[in-house]
């Protein structure tokens, strides 16, 4: 049999709950894949800086350099969000992501038609829609230089910090999204803000300069503002979405929304070579942490992403997937996503009924 060494990041509040849920979920597909996964844990976010004093301590960057896929739950919390920016759970996070090289985050938003009923948006605007967030997670704002908070001559601080792009960062971002767009129904969203930003600009013109190599894509602009309000306005209008740092974590959390909860998205972080980073979108939720209340599906469909993307177990993936629309199919959900004549259930509970559609 296969074996596959996974690195396991739990990190903060409703981290632990939802990894351990979805560990026990792959155990059961290894089980019926015959696919030997050696789970490994490491710290990271608040709970590394409690134990050892830093948001991304260097063994875990070496440890996940080493395995063959990395499951990442969640950082951050209100304990922590007074430190100074080097010690927050934030940084951990981005210096994973930097650390690896992980440029490219797939974000899917598909409309389940168990939880069409769950998003606050009409059916009708919402029935079958699936959208390929493509977000570039290693450079833009995020990282830009300078940035800082620096005294001025009168003594007043200033903010500052630096979206930036250079042409080969965002070509190759692109490409991975002409070939996302390829794959799926061929139409390629890019967003930024061109009409204001430089670096916009400059995005727009390199995006704009590849599209002749994917001539069975069709390409569209639009402003991340305009594209914001078309997310809510028609979302059936979108196949796959390429943009920047911030814009794409922003626009990701609003095409969460159309699905019906946060607590059901999940995502791939890919580089050109290495293990990727796979994690739900949403956050440590904090207000639910130790609670059993947290949905651990964003969870679960990440781990689906690992073995369809990292691990190129489509079959497994696949599986794991249908697991998830049967327990929809039989009525359980979690608060975050409960509607009328539901069966509400915990997060461990939840877990308990996927173990028991993956053994019918
Ligand atoms: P959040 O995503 O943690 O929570 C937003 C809201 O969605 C909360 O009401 C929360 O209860 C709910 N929610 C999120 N996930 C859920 C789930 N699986 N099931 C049910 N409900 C869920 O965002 P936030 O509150 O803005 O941030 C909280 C902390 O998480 C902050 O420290 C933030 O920096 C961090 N954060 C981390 C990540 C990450 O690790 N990738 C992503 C986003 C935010
Ligand atoms: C996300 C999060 C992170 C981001 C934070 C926690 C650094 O919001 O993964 O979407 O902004 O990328
Ligand atoms: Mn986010």
């Avoid at 499951?71 to 430190?83: F, V």
Wanted: contains cysteine.
């Amino acid at each position: 049999s296969q074996t596959y060494r996974i690195t396991l990041l739990p990190g903060d509040g409703i981290g632990p709950e939802i990894l351990g849920v979805t560990v026990e979920i792959l155990k059961e597909i290894g089980r019926q894949f015959d696919l030997s996964f050696e789970f490994s844990e490491a710290l990271i976010g608040g709970s590394a800086i409690d134990a050892v004093g830093s948001p991304l301590p260097e063994e875990t960057l070496t440890q996940c350099r080493a395995s063959d896929a990395v499951l990442l739950a969640a950082i951050g919390g209100y304990k922590w969000d007074n430190l100074p920016r080097h010690l927050r759970p934030e940084t951990g996070l981005l210096g994973l992501r930097a650390g690896l090289n992980l440029f490219a985050n797939l974000r899917p938003a598909t409309i389940l038609p168990q939880l069409v009923d769950a998003s606050s948006l009409r059916r009708e605007v919402i029935e079958g829609v699936d959208i390929m967030v493509v977000r570039e997670l290693t450079g833009g704002i995020y990282f830009g230089e300078p940035k800082g908070v620096f005294a001025t001559e009168s003594g007043e601080k200033r903010g500052v910090n630096t979206m930036a792009y250079t042409e080969g960062e965002i070509d190759r971002i692109a490409r991975v999204a002409f070939e996302t767009a390829q794959k799926r129904n061929h139409r390629l969203c890019s967003v930024d803000k061109a009409n204001v930003l430089e670096v916009s600009q400059l995005w727009r013109d390199r995006v704009t300069a590849l599209a002749p190599a994917y001539g069975d894509v069709e390409l569209s602009h639009l402003y991340v503002d305009n594209a914001a309000m078309q997310l809510v306005r028609w979302p059936q209008q979108f196949d796959t979405i390429v943009t920047g740092n911030l814009f794409g974590d922003i626009l990701s959390d609003i095409a969460a929304m159309l699905t019906g909860s946060i607590g059901m998205l999940p995502s791939a972080s890919l580089g050109a070579d290495g293990p990727g980073v796979f994690e739900p979108v949403h956050g440590s939720a904090p207000d639910i942490a130790g609670q059993d209340k947290a949905n651990p599906l964003a969870q679960v469909l990440s781990a689906a992403m690992m073995l369809r993307y990292g691990l190129h177990q489509a079959a497994a993936a696949d599986r794991l997937e249908t697991a998830v629309t049967t327990v929809l199919d039989q009525g359980y959900r979690t608060g975050d996503i409960a509607s009328e004549g539901s069966t509400i259930l915990g997060c461990q509970a939840m877990g308990d009924a996927l173990l028991k559609a993956l053994n019918p």
